[in-house]
């Protein structure tokens, strides 16, 4: 397998493309099986998950055609040719969940393979099929499927109240009820931006949706959708990752992309308490540390608003130098602090009580071989990388090829040294 080789104490400067979001851009993609016409997006970025789920979706009947190096798709869904999601694709990526909603409204009936478990916790999809009962479908579990079927073959608007917040189910409920006959209302939904991106696309393609970046969503149901164009919102997730690279650096970043402060609220919160510095410049924001250490922050991950779980491994990876201490509590998902023991052997100093970790600042960090099992793990290991002394190697690299587009090209385009080794690692 890959591996990275990062050779750590170079500061960061210049300017850095953000790409569109991974988690804007999946829901996206899954709306295009609402619609016969063809859904053209934009700014897609090129990552695993976007080829994993094309694949899914053309198993499904949609066809593709691309443009601009893959990064403008068209996707276009004349039939439906099959409502089975595979076990092979969807264990692969959990997001695959995210065909049943626009499956079943279309076509009445799906079947999709149970997600399964995932590293950074249990993660069910109960919420998702509860949501779908209120609008009146059938649901059964058989064989490790869930099969979903609408009496007489069209979804009832109803109202789905979600005791816990769901970005998934939210996103699932509101594609499916667009196509159900009536309305629908969606309580105690998910306000994370993606969710409003894909509203507003749902929208331009015809569908009846109010309350979009609130607590409920009110959707009235159509007959039918049509197509549109649609440009991907950028990644705050990627964004804030690097606004930590900037200031673990001491360096400068302009991050480049539209709206980049507003979506990266929670982040951008907790950044400035930490000490690090943001200003809007016209295509984009820089990043700066301002204060001569980074002050240590306690933080609570938390739906959106707040600070969002995808950047509590990278927080904690800055947090490992702070001038004191910093507590960070993870309470989105069970089993998200596998970065930990990895970033002790690079000799930070952090202490785990459940779902809480005390992180002690440490002058510095020391170089050596690791490995992470998420995604977002895998990064905080290359931004501790960035700074630690002598050489970090980062194995399982294929959890950053999910979700950071051309990693390695943009940290060298700004002056870290990282490099790919390609059958190195472990
Ligand atoms: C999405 C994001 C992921 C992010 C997460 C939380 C995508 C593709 N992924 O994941 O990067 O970390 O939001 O911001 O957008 N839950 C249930 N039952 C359900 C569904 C969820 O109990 O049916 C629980 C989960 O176990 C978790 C919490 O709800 O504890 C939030 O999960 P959810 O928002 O659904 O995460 P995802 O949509 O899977």
């Given at each position: 397998m890959d591996r990275l080789a990062i050779t750590g104490g170079f500061r960061l400067e210049g300017q850095l493309p953000i790409s569109g979001a991974k988690n804007a851009a999946l829901p996206l993609m899954c709306a295009?099986?609402?619609?016969k016409d063809t859904l053209t997006l934009s700014?897609?970025?090129?990552l695993a998950d976007i080829k994993t789920l094309t694949m899914l979706l053309q198993g499904h009947g949609v066809e593709t055609t691309s443009e601009n190096d893959g990064r403008t798709v068209s996707f276009t869904t004349p039939?439906?040719?099959?409502t089975v999601a595979p076990y092979d694709i969807v264990r692969k990526m959990r997001a695959s969940i995210l065909v049943l909603g626009p499956l079943l409204a279309r076509e009445g009936e799906a079947t999709v393979s149970l997600p399964g478990g995932c590293a950074i916790g249990n993660r069910p999809i109960d919420l998702h099929l509860k949501g779908f009962e209120a609008m009146g479908a059938k649901i059964e579990l058989e064989e490790g499927y869930v099969r979903a079927v609408a009496p007489d073959g069209r979804l009832t608007g109803g109202k789905v109240h979600f005791p816990t917040v769901s970005v998934g189910a939210t996103e699932n409920i509101l594609m499916a009820a667009t196509l159900a006959s009536g309305e629908t209302v969606i309580e105690n939904a998910a306000r994370e931006p993606e969710i409003a991106d894909l509203a507003n696309c749902l929208n331009a393609m015809g569908a009846k949706i109010e309350?979009?970046?609130?607590r409920t969503l009110t959707v009235t149901g159509v007959e039918t959708l049509h197509g549109t164009e649609y440009a991907v919102m950028p990644d705050r997730i990627e964004a804030g990752s690097y606004a930590i690279a900037a200031a673990m650096t001491r360096g400068e970043l302009e991050l480049m992309g539209d709206n980049l402060i507003e979506v990266m609220t929670g982040t951008v919160g907790v950044l400035k308490e930490a000490g690090v510095e943001f200003k809007e410049t016209d295509g984009g924001v820089i990043v700066t540390l301002g204060s001569e250490k980074i002050k240590g922050v306690d933080v609570t991950t938390q739906p959106y608003?707040?600070?969002?779980t995808d950047m509590q491994a990278q927080l904690m990876a800055m947090m490992t130098l702070c001038d004191s201490a910093s507590v960070i509590n993870e309470s989105?998902?069970?089993?998200?602090?596998?970065h930990v023991p990895e970033l002790c052997r690079m000799g930070a100093d952090i202490t785990m009580h459940g779902s809480t970790a005390i992180v002690r600042g440490v002058e510095q960090l020391l170089g050596a071989p690791v490995m992470a099992t998420d995604l977002r793990a895998s990064m905080s290991l290359v931004l501790a990388g960035l700074v630690a002394d002598r050489q970090t190697f980062v194995n399982r690299i294929y959890h950053l090829d999910r979700g950071y587009e051309r990693l390695v090209e943009k940290l060298s385009a700004v002056g870290a040294k990282i490099t790919r080794d390609a059958n190195l690692g472990i």
């Open positions: 295009s099986l609402l619609t700014n897609l970025p090129h039939n439906i040719t099959n309350g979009i970046g609130t608003p707040g600070f969002p989105i998902f069970e089993n998200r602090f596998m």
